[in-house]
């Protein structure tokens, strides 16, 4: 048996009797502030161990959400009408998806950028009939309009049918024959000296630029319907009218004048091939496509299977509202996120609320061109949980002249590095040692000053002494 008096012997905190010690003011004063000290360091120590870190690494991409990447958009276009813009994708491997209208929706919008009404649908897609007349067989039986007898005319009948076309637009040609035999026969059942109720006329777009231009006029031909008494907007001052995307033979156009003749006196239904035509040349594109994660393109654009486009007159002009890639992230999540890693997220919406304008300093046919470089943002928590998957990209933007229709253009392209981060946890033991060791340093210092103060202290009384003897 090991003696108590050997066990002693290894006792590295031997005792003072409490009659050999002396207390101080300076070592009260030390204790106060030792004790202080402790208690502001193990705060702080308790503070970084309960505190998330993050560590960020470049990895090979190892997606688990699929071979496709969903776009989410909102752009306005102000001089882009709704009757023909277009949502096209197209990528490096041949994908090409012309006009997606399932996930895409289109507003008209006025020169603030503000919804004018309910969502604008499209007419029927269909083959347009142009019919077999020959346009030297039949005199012309439409009416030219002008911008000095427009207003004038289109007041003086119940309806007024408009073909607004370009002498050089081949679709306009085709219709001419037809248009012109149609309008005789209607002036022939419904004289207008006589009977008045309805009268087809054509504004030649090339020489009345103004007008075409004020009734919203971007693709040849239009047919327009203007309504005696409701064709004026009062609130907003924008002709509503509508479009006609029936086909355009003779038996078809005459068809449905008759049925607009009828429609003034019998209210019923509307059985024309017509739909109200945007109230302004603007327009609102919101929605989202799904695109392989190849090189690729989003082109919005002016498009149809029966018009004819004039590239100088088109405009490109637009402001961004939204343009993300991914996932939608919740704000709430990624506010949580913000506040552990403060930086992601600021490349997301990268080209949120700005405006891309030509100004026409740059000429026509200007295409506005976007490249995107898009990187995949990953953070995993503690235990390896995916908490946020998002994209990040970084846009470089241009105008360019080009002899094709007018386009803008979304170049993205993605990368093959992914970054990851991840949340790191402090160690409890690492935790306790660093505790250990505030308490260990703060009581060791404070014993050493304490100690060369009380020295300090009693060496200056003796030295006073000695004076005084």
């Not at 300076?26 to 106060?32: C, F, H």
């Not at 997220?345 to 046919?365: E, K, Q, T, Y």
């Amino acid at each position: 048996m090991i003696s108590q008096s050997k066990l002693k012997s290894v006792d590295f905190y031997r005792k003072i009797p409490r009659d050999l010690t002396e207390a101080s003011l300076s070592g009260a004063g030390l204790s106060i502030i030792a004790a202080l000290s402790i208690m502001f360091l193990f705060g702080m120590e308790l503070s970084n161990y309960l505190s998330v870190t993050a560590s960020t690494s470049v990895i090979v991409d190892k997606s688990s959400d699929g071979d496709f990447l969903r776009i989410d958009f909102n752009i306005s276009f102000p001089a882009l009408s709704c009757e023909f813009a277009s949502v096209d994708v197209s990528d490096v491997l041949g994908t090409n998806r012309l006009n997606i209208t399932k996930t895409v929706r289109k507003f008209s919008i006025d020169r603030d950028l503000k919804a004018i009404g309910s969502e604008f649908h499209s007419g029927p897609a269909h083959d347009i009939n142009h019919g077999d007349d020959i346009a030297e067989e039949y005199s012309e039986g439409s009416i030219p309009l002008t911008s000095h007898n427009f207003d004038r005319v289109s007041h003086m009948y119940p309806i007024v049918v408009v073909n607004f076309y370009a002498p050089w637009c081949p679709w306009c040609t085709r219709l001419k024959p037809s248009w012109e035999k149609a309008a005789k026969i209607i002036r022939e059942r419904y004289n207008p000296e006589i009977d008045g109720r309805i009268i087809l006329a054509k504004v030649d777009c090339t020489e009345e630029g103004d007008l075409c231009r004020r009734n919203h006029i971007q693709g040849y031909p239009s047919i327009r319907i203007f309504r005696k008494g409701s064709d004026l907007r009062e609130d907003h001052g924008h002709h509503e009218h509508e479009t006609y995307y029936g086909d355009r033979d003779t038996e078809s156009l005459v068809k449905t004048m008759e049925t607009l003749v009828s429609q003034i006196f019998v209210e019923k239904g509307n059985t024309t091939d017509a739909v109200k035509a945007p109230l302004t040349g603007g327009c609102r594109m919101e929605g989202f496509v799904r695109v392989k994660k190849v090189p690729g393109n989003l082109i919005i654009s002016a498009r149809s299977g029966v018009h004819s486009f004039d590239a100088s007159q088109m405009n490109m002009s637009h402001f961004i509202s939204h343009l993300s890639f991914g996932r939608k992230i919740s704000t709430q999540v990624m506010s949580d996120v913000k506040r552990m890693i403060p930086y992601i997220g600021l490349s997301h919406d990268r080209l949120n609320g700005r405006s891309f304008i030509n100004h026409r300093d740059a000429g026509a046919n200007v295409t506005i061109e976007h490249y995107l470089q898009i990187v995949k943002t990953e953070v995993l928590t503690r235990n390896l949980v995916k908490l946020v998957e998002e994209y990040e990209y970084t846009a470089h933007s241009s105008l360019m002249q080009n002899l094709e229709i007018p386009v803008a253009k979304f170049h993205f392209e993605l990368s093959p590095m992914q970054v990851l981060i991840t949340e790191n946890s402090k160690s409890f033991s690492h935790f306790i040692t660093n505790i250990c060791a505030i308490i260990g340093g703060v009581f060791t210092v404070a014993g050493i000053l304490d100690s060369i103060l009380h020295n300090t202290i009693r060496l200056m009384k003796k030295v006073e002494l000695g004076k005084n003897f």
